[in-house]
């Protein structure tokens, strides 16, 4: 394996993730499907406004069992790294039930949005906030400067303006300031950041941006296209200022 480029791979992460050596990878910083699907009322065509996403997606109907992770994760990783996993409140309960037995550390974080998809009918809250699990052994690396910075809450927009991908659009991309708020406080520089569920690559974006190696699978060709393509203009981009 190339230490130095981002690996990058089209497939079924469930089978790639068996190509990574033992204890190589420092972060796994990923945000797989959250199956949701199944509680959704479904996307909201409005005649005056454009549709309400509401993150459905075909690729959210796959059911998601942190079970079947636990082996690879706990394969890949090194003694001293970290896992941060987007989740959702359906889902919470089954990754603390798996990998808080097998780790140290089982904690949360919480991303709030601070311009979530508004709820046009007024019913029940908005959905401003996503879930992060985060857990590690003793010794795991973990830079921190202050007690203000070691709060588990992230404020952002969500992603939007010039970041967000028009074509495709993917319904859940990630703002790459809240990736690399994590990134900073999970590694240090040189440092390789897994993400097996990358979609258009917001991780890989990061990771770039902060001088870590990167590996990502996706499973969508067009997402992976997108995601090659902006990990290689964030390489350019880091080039230039070199
Ligand atoms: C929640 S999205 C990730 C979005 C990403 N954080 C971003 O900012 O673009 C999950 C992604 O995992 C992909 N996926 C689902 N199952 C997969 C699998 N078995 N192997 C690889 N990718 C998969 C989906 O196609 C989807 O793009």
Not at 9 to 32: A, M, V
Request: aromatic residues 10%; contains cysteine; proline residues 6%.
């Amino acid at each position: 394996m190339d230490n130095e480029k981002p690996i990058l791979k089209l497939g079924d992460s469930r089978c790639l993730i068996k190509e990574i050596p033992d204890h190589s990878i420092d972060l796994i910083l990923t945000d797989p499907p959250y199956n949701l699907s199944g509680y959704s009322t479904g996307n909201m065509e409005l005649s005056w406004h454009k549709t309400i996403n509401n993150d459905l997606a075909e690729w959210d109907m796959n059911s998601f069992e942190p079970a079947e992770w636990l082996p690879e994760f706990k394969r890949v990783l090194k003694p001293t790294g970290n896992i941060f996993a987007f989740t959702s409140y359906n889902l919470m309960g089954k990754w603390h039930q798996v990998f808080d037995p097998e780790f140290d550390t089982f904690q949360y974080m919480v991303w709030h949005k601070t311009n979530p998809v508004p709820k046009i009918r007024r019913a029940g809250f908005l959905n401003s906030c996503e879930l992060i699990i985060c857990v590690w052994d003793k010794g795991h690396i973990w830079n921190f400067s202050s007690q203000k910075e070691m709060h588990n809450f992230i404020e952002t927009p969500i992603c939007m303006g010039k970041e967000r991908l028009k074509n495709p659009c993917h319904p859940t991309q990630k703002p790459v300031k809240v990736l690399e708020r994590i990134i900073k406080m999970a590694t240090n520089e040189g440092d390789t950041i897994l993400d097996p569920f990358m979609g258009v690559g917001s991780t890989g974006v990061a990771a770039i941006n902060l001088g870590r190696k990167f590996i990502g699978f996706e499973l969508e060709k067009e997402y992976y296209d997108a995601a090659v393509n902006r990990i290689e203009t964030s390489i350019q981009a880091k080039l230039v200022l070199i």
